[in-house]
C-alpha cells in the first residue's frame, strides 16, 4: 500500500459560540474565540490517500482528479468564507478545528473512488491541528 | 462515529544535555556517543508534538479543551523541562541517558494522566532533520 498526500490552503472566518450557555459560560469556556465578530484563520489541509499503484499509469489515483475534488468540495466550500454562516454541514455545530476536519473527512470520503481515504490533517495554525482517521485504522 | 479524531498540539522549550553513561568507559562513551558526550553538555530547541484522542463533546466541538490541555502540558512537561538541564534537573535522568527516545518515554509519562482524553503520541522533534516518537508500548 502507497499512501500519497495532498496539501491546499484556505482562508476563513469564524467564531465559537454555543446558543444553549449563557454570555459568561461561552465566554469562560471559548476565550477569544467567542469574539461576536469572529475572526480568522490560514487553514491548511493535507489529504492522504491510501491505494495500490495502478500497474498501467503507477499511480494510486490521479493527483489532478484529487486536486479537482478538493476544489470542488473544499475551496469553493470554505475559501474566504465565515465558517458558521456559510457553511451548511457547520450549521449549529462550533467549528473548531476538530469538527471542521470531521466535516471535510465526511466531504471527501465518498468522493474518493480510487483508493480510499486515509488520513485527513487540517492545520488551524503551525501549533493546532486535527486528525481524522477511518475507524479501526489506527 | 465512522472515524477516529485526533487533536494535535505542538509546544516548544530549550534544554540542554549530555549524553554519558557511567555503565561503560570514557572511551566507549566518546565511540557512542560522539560529540553528544562532550562533558558540558550542548542544547537543542525541542519541539513536542502531542496527540490525543476522545469524542467531541457536542457543546463544544472539542476532544479538549484547549486551555486545559496547554496549562497541563505547561505543568507536567514546560515547567520542568525548558531552560533546565535534563540531565542535572530532571530526576529521570540520573541515570538514564537523556538521548530523545528517553524523553519521548518520559514526556509520555508525564502527560498520559492528561483527564480529558487519550494521549495517543507524544513526538519530539531535537533538530529540524530528527524527530522520534512514542505511544506508550
Request: proline share 4%; hydrophobic share 35%; charged share 30%.
Amino acid at each position: 500500500m502507497v499512501l500519497i498526500t495532498r496539501k491546499i490552503e484556505f482562508s476563513a472566518s469564524h467564531l465559537y459560540h454555543n446558543p444553549a450557555l449563557s454570555p459568561e459560560e461561552n465566554r469562560r469556556v471559548f476565550g477569544k474565540c467567542n469574539n461576536p465578530h469572529g475572526h480568522g484563520h490560514n487553514y491548511t489541509l493535507e489529504v492522504t490517500v491510501a491505494g495500490e499503484p495502478d500497474p498501467v499509469t503507477g499511480m494510486v489515483l490521479d493527483l489532478k482528479e484529487l486536486k479537482d475534488i478538493l476544489e470542488r468540495e473544499i475551496m469553493r466550500r470554505m475559501d474566504h468564507r465565515f465558517l458558521n454562516y456559510e457553511v451548511a454541514e457547520l450549521k449549529g455545530q462550533i467549528p473548531t478545528c476538530e469538527n471542521i476536519a470531521r466535516v471535510i473527512w465526511e466531504l471527501l470520503d465518498p468522493k474518493i473512488t480510487q483508493g480510499k481515504l486515509h488520513r485527513v490533517r487540517l492545520y488551524e495554525s503551525a501549533d493546532l491541528f486535527a486528525d481524522c482517521y477511518r475507524n479501526g485504522a489506527c | 462515529m465512522a472515524m477516529k479524531i485526533e487533536l494535535g498540539r505542538r509546544y516548544r522549550f530549550a534544554a540542554s544535555h549530555r549524553l554519558h553513561t557511567d555503565k561503560v568507559s570514557e572511551e566507549e562513551n566518546v565511540r557512542i556517543f560522539g560529540k553528544c558526550a562532550n562533558p558540558y553538555g550542548h542544547g537543542h530547541n525541542y519541539v513536542l508534538e502531542i496527540s490525543v484522542s476522545g469524542d467531541l463533546d457536542p457543546a463544544t466541538g472539542m476532544i479538549a479543551n484547549l486551555a486545559d490541555l496547554d496549562s497541563f502540558v505547561e505543568r507536567q512537561v514546560l515547567e520542568a523541562f525548558d531552560h533546565r538541564s535534563l540531565n542535572e534537573d530532571v530526576p529521570a535522568f540520573r541515570e538514564t541517558v537523556p538521548t530523545t527516545e528517553n524523553l519521548c518515554i518520559e514526556i509520555f509519562e508525564r502527560l498520559r494522566s492528561f483527564p480529558q482524553a487519550k494521549l495517543e503520541r507524544v513526538r519530539v522533534q531535537e533538530t529540524s532533520n530528527n524527530s522520534f516518537e512514542y505511544s506508550g508500548g
